[in-house]
């Protein structure tokens, strides 16, 4: 079953606009990646964030994470017509195992 | 950066025949590997955790006698679909990390995207 699910499942800018998008968890975690996926292909990381963090920085990348409503969000800055994608949140469970739980997505496209 | 790499890339078979994927991390030794399906415009379902010179742990509603997983060596981990379907068709990812435990992000590979005939 999924864990985490995100809104909005399809988001579409203009070039240079900022695009933001949420994603809702149910369990403990250990911490929260979100990730990547070009049309057909593997997913790239872009960001993790500890459940002891509360914001990240990385580029043009923003990350929250508020553990008290089990919730993040992925802020993308100045977009541009290549950050068109899927992206994803997954979480990391507490203890030892390493799987990851992804949510169900959201798809941005960027207009330029 | 750490590599993943996954062959092949994109495969057609007929029914009842078995595919067998390969999944390689290029620079670093992975003692676990995931294999994820994703179906078309979805997320990514777990299907296997790979564990180097042990059996696989299955997620629930897998069949491990239709997705056999071996991973012989810290390198090298495989998905073999057995008897496949048109069911079956679906794009397979496996991931895998340097580190067993602790906050690091896995590594994917490019996906193979399976298609039975």
């Known amino acids: 079953s999924q864990q985490g699910e995100e809104d909005p499942q399809a988001l579409s800018i203009q070039e240079g606009e900022n695009a933001t998008m949420n994603c809702s968890y149910k369990t403990s975690i250990n911490n929260l990646q979100w990730y990547r996926q070009n049309s057909g292909r593997g997913l790239v990381h872009l960001i993790l964030?500890?459940?002891?963090?509360r914001e990240k920085h990385s580029g043009r990348l923003r990350v929250t994470l508020d553990t008290s409503k089990k919730s993040s969000s992925l802020l993308i800055t100045a977009s541009r017509a290549a950050d068109t994608a899927s992206y994803f949140c997954a979480t990391g469970p507490t203890g030892s195992a390493r799987q990851l739980t992804f949510g169900s997505g959201t798809q941005l496209t960027v207009l330029p | 950066g750490a590599v993943v790499s996954q062959h092949p890339s994109r495969v057609i078979c007929k029914s009842g025949t078995s595919v067998k994927i390969e999944c390689r991390s290029l620079d670093f030794q992975a003692t676990t590997m995931f294999w994820y399906r994703q179906f078309p415009k979805q997320s990514l379902m777990l299907m296997a955790t790979?564990?180097?010179?042990?059996?696989?742990?299955?997620e629930q509603g897998v069949e491990k006698d239709k997705f056999l997983i071996n991973h012989a060596s810290l390198t090298l981990s495989t998905l073999t679909v057995t008897s496949a379907h048109p069911e079956d068709s679906s794009f397979y990812i496996c991931?895998?990390?340097?580190?067993?435990?602790?906050?690091?992000?896995?590594?994917f590979g490019n996906g193979t995207r399976l298609t039975v005939t």
């Open positions: 964030i500890r459940s002891n963090e």
């Open positions: 991931s895998a990390g340097g580190q067993p435990y602790g906050n690091s992000p896995l590594h």
């Open positions: 790979s564990n180097e010179g042990s059996k696989a742990t299955y």
